[in-house]
């Protein structure tokens, strides 16, 4: 079975547009978990520069929760651009490692939008 | 350096770096509420990553880690895949066993369902779980992660596998994957066959970037380069007839900014939550192809 998008696409245009940053994508993104109650989402946006946490409660609101642009440093680059992945223990910890921290991985606690702490891997601290 | 990482269950962080070493983090540990993440800020001495194991030989750069049940880490690096399990009486960790694969692991997938699927169907009841693992080749190889065995399930496509997702599918196991040509392509993991095939098409930016297969196993969803999503119905092969298309790809504008969709997931065995690279967020409800809402740049639209 075979099937072609192009063939079947019907685009509708529900937002108006917007300037992709083509400059620094987002390379990796992260789900979390629903919070038990409220029924929040949070998902993180990983760029080579930065990384961004939204909310989202489906249907109700969404807001970006926090940034985190740490700042350039040297060492050795990541073989991705960038990644993330939510605690699946705590919620609200991320940890994020780019281009940006030199190949560090970084606990970042989005709840509170503040660094946790940075660890090196190649010297295990 | 950072190569790869992932969270265990048990809120370790695994880290794999550019020489074939594996570490963990058990960082998560002692921060479960606020006055732990206070002292752990003001403790002015930085957690430590601990060596699991050299997981990979000849300073092979980990291309993917992933933290299993029991205590088992898959680790895989540009030619081969290692088990590893932390054996806890004797501190520490051990290799079970060794993949030697046709190229770099690009991704792994052990789905929990798909495990008590896989291995009812192939192995024996007291061997451990089955994983799929795409490769840098094009193939997929069905993995058992005790014997660190592994069968060349297909060649899935001719250039890098990007990635892929596995789900139960009614009585079978299928595989989505997504190659960096920008095709789309869904196997049954039982027989081999591909059930489903979406081309590329460069010239108008529909290539496939991602697939994944809803929950209930009735549906492919494909993300695409132009900011869009397909969604397409599988059947299951029920009464041993075979998995096949089920009416149309239906074809949604989850990104009207025309952004290429960088991520995929369910929420819940709801709907379809899509990030793009301009960092905007929809969520589409797959069933009827329309959309919840729109996230961008901190706005609701």
Redesign the interface.
């Given at each position: 079975?075979?099937?072609?998008?192009?063939l079947?696409?019907?685009?509708?245009?529900?937002?108006?547009?917007?300037?992709?940053?083509?400059d620094d994508?987002?390379?990796?993104?992260?789900?979390s978990e629903?919070a038990i109650g409220s029924g929040e989402?949070l998902?993180s946006?990983a760029?080579s520069s930065m990384l961004?946490c939204?909310s989202?409660v489906?249907?109700v609101?969404?807001?970006?929760k926090c940034s985190f642009k740490p700042t350039p440093r040297g060492?050795?680059?990541?073989?991705?651009p960038g990644?993330?992945?939510?605690?699946?223990?705590?919620r609200g910890?991320v940890?994020y490692?780019s281009r940006a921290t030199?190949?560090?991985?970084v606990?970042f606690?989005a709840l509170?939008s503040?660094v946790?702490?940075?660890?090196d891997?190649?010297t295990?601290? | 350096m950072c190569t790869s990482l992932c969270v265990g269950s048990d809120g370790s962080v695994y880290v794999g770096d550019s020489r074939g070493s594996v570490w963990r983090s058990s960082l998560q540990t002692g921060v479960n509420n606020a006055n732990d993440v206070i002292n752990a800020k003001s403790n002015s001495t930085p957690p430590s990553l601990v060596k699991c194991a050299d997981a990979l030989p000849d300073n092979e750069a980990v291309t993917i880690v992933n933290a299993l049940p029991g205590g088992r880490l898959f680790v895989g690096g540009a030619r081969r895949a290692r088990v590893w399990i932390n054996e806890l009486a004797a501190g520490g960790w051990e290799e079970v066993g060794e993949l030697e694969l046709d190229g770099a692991v690009v991704a792994a997938n052990f789905d929990a369902s798909t495990r008590a699927n896989l291995r009812a169907k192939h192995t024996s009841p007291d061997t451990e779980p089955w994983g799929v693992v795409t490769t840098s080749a094009g193939s997929a190889w069905l993995v058992e992660i005790a014997t660190g065995t592994a069968r060349a399930l297909a060649q899935a496509h001719p250039l890098d596998v990007a990635n892929s997702s596995v789900k139960s599918l009614g009585s079978r196991v299928a595989l989505a994957t997504c190659s960096v040509d920008g095709t789309a392509r869904v196997w049954d993991c039982d027989s081999g066959a591909k059930v489903l095939e979406v081309h590329a098409d460069a010239s108008t930016r529909t290539r496939a970037t991602r697939a994944v297969i809803a929950p209930d196993g009735t549906k492919v969803c494909i993300g695409c380069g132009d900011g869009g999503v397909g969604v397409v119905g599988v059947g299951g092969g029920v009464g041993g007839a075979a998995p096949g298309v089920q009416g149309p790809v239906r074809h949604a504008k989850a990104h009207p900014s025309g952004a290429a969709v960088v991520h995929a997931v369910f929420l819940n065995h709801g709907p379809l939550l899509t990030v793009a690279a301009d960092g905007s967020v929809a969520v589409t409800n797959v069933a009827s192809g329309a959309f919840l809402f729109i996230f961008f740049n901190g706005q609701l639209v």
């Open positions: 079975m075979t099937s072609c998008l192009t079947t696409a019907t685009a509708e245009q529900l937002f108006p547009g917007g300037k992709a940053d083509t994508p987002v390379v990796a993104a992260s789900v629903p989402i998902v946006l760029r961004q939204v989202i489906p249907g609101k969404s807001e970006l060492g050795s680059y990541v073989t991705a990644m993330c992945a939510w605690s699946e223990t705590t910890i940890y490692a030199g190949g560090r991985v606990q606690d509170k503040e946790v702490c940075i660890v891997v190649g295990g601290r | -």
